[in-house]
């Protein structure tokens, strides 16, 4: 690295920004932590917990400051108080802003209205306080906002990196990519993503939208250097991803829940490929004014694939189940997406391995004491009952 940054990492406290916020401190950038600990909060809701004990925020902090000599900046609220989110931009004055702080789980938003509702506020909301507080703090802030492949959706023509040439009637432009997104939650990024480009187009400020893949994985070599850094690791239906899940899954020995057929495609990360495009996307800024997207998956599997995939890596009986979808998603569609410029600037990613899941299946046997089977069914409907008793009677 050529110059020490100053880097803000809002939403350090969750599964991806507390191990990318050590990973950028070990790089020797001077880090700031913030984080409102809602998700520990949506624990307590669930009645659930990480499989992976997880320490304090300040255990952690400090757990860091002893094992690294480094310190980082803490920050502890909410980025839907804008006074609040002022105070922290201009108290910390930052070069780049790495933005995690949302209401990530797809199931959470769409239990019910009130869950749709705190999770595009929460999300909307807190991104916008963000680009009003870089806009009267500094323009030059450089925002890394992590968005999602899932604000695509499965369209049938490749999927490019945010934007899309396009020619109607004999004349041409340069669009946004047209977005088809799968709930409440991938609808949240979409609209981050209208305000954000909006942003860089009036006001002329610089971001990266870093629509990512489903990640997988926990362990990084930072996290690993003692167990009070260890990040969360979900395994239940709303907020456990699929590979994580089926790793789980594997080791109990219950059956992996494939949902539908499991032809659907997605996008995949490894956990350490996350940190290290952060690192690449602050280093190499976007310019004033550009609204930069960059693809951040690795590689794309159907969810039959992932599935088979770890049932071959385990050593035991694993069984498949392939329940009813309780979402509404194609299973049968084209999947081609672009995902070259983080590698143009020097990713060299972790391809999914047997090394890596059977890393995961030792990670469970460890904890498997802390895990709450019933978490393990998809409870979240996405198709609406109609209730006729609540219908208005004229
Ligand atoms: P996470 O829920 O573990 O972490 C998010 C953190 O943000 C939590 O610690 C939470 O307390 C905090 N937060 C939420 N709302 C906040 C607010 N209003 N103010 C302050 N802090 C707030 O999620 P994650 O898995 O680490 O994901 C981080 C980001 O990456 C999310 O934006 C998510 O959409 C995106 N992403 C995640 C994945 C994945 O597979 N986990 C894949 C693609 C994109
Ligand atoms: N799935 C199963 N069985 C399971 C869990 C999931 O078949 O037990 C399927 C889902 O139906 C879906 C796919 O696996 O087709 C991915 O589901 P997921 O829960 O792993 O991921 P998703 O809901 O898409 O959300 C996750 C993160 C979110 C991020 C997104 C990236 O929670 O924050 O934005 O991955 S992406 O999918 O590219 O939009």
């Known amino acids: 690295m050529d110059e020490v940054m100053r880097i803000l990492v809002l939403g350090a406290d969750g599964y991806l920004g507390w191990p990318t916020a050590l990973y950028l ?30 320490a304090s925020f300040e255990e952690r902090i400090e757990t860091w400051r002893e094992v690294s000599g480094r310190q980082l900046a803490s920050y502890v609220g909410d980025l839907t108080d804008p006074q609040f989110v002022s105070a922290a931009v201009a108290g910390f004055r930052p070069d780049a802003i790495v933005h995690f702080a949302e209401q990530r789980a797809a ?3 769409m239990i019910d209205r009130a869950h749709a509702v705190y999770t595009q506020t929460n999300n ?13 703090t500094d323009p030059s802030i450089h925002l890394v906002k992590l968005g999602t492949m899932g604000e695509y959706g499965t369209p049938n023509i490749d999927i490019e990196e945010g934007w899309l040439e396009i020619t109607h009637n004999g004349r041409t432009d340069r669009m946004l990519y047209p977005k088809r997104p799968g709930s409440f939650y991938h609808l949240s990024k ?14 002329g400020l610089r971001a990266t939208d870093l629509n990512q893949g489903v990640v997988y994985g926990q362990q990084t070599p930072q996290t690993a250097l003692d167990p009070r850094l260890a990040t969360r690791f979900d395994y239940d239906a709303v907020f456990g991803t699929v590979l994580n899940r089926f790793a789980i899954q594997a080791v109990l020995g219950h059956p992996l829940t494939v949902y539908g057929t499991g032809g659907q495609t997605r996008g995949l990360i490894d956990i350490r490929d996350t940190a290290e ?5 602050c280093e190499n800024p976007a310019g004033p004014g550009e609204f930069r997207v960059f693809n951040q998956m690795t590689q794309s599997l159907s969810v039959e694939q992932i599935a088979k995939t770890v049932a071959a890596a385990y050593p035991g ?5 392939y329940l009813d979808n309780p979402r509404v998603e194609s299973e049968n569609h084209y999947y081609n997406a672009v995902h070259t ?18 890393s995961l299946f030792a990670l469970v ?17 996405w198709r609406r009952q109609s209730n006729p008793s609540s219908a208005i009677v004229a």
Do not use: K
């Open 341 to 358: 410029s983080l590698e143009q600037l020097g990713l060299r990613p972790h391809l999914l391995s047997d090394t890596l899941i059977e």
């Open 25 to 54: 401190s070990d790089h020797g950038h001077d880090v700031g932590v913030l984080d409102n600990f809602a998700r520990r909060g949506y624990d307590t809701e669930l009645g659930v917990r990480s499989l992976v004990p997880i």
């Open 190 to 203: 979409v609209h981050d993503s209208h305000n954000i480009e909006f942003a860089c187009r009036i006001w």
């Open 277 to 281: 495009c952060i690192r690449i996307a």
């Open 317 to 321: 009986a694993v069984e498949v189940d």
């Open 365 to 381: 046997e460890q904890h498997r004491d802390r895990i709450e089977p019933e978490a393990m069914r998809p409870a979240v409907q």
């Open 124 to 136: 909307v909301v807190g991104t916008l306080n963000l680009l009003y507080a870089i806009a009267e």
């Open 107 to 109: 199931p959470y938003s």
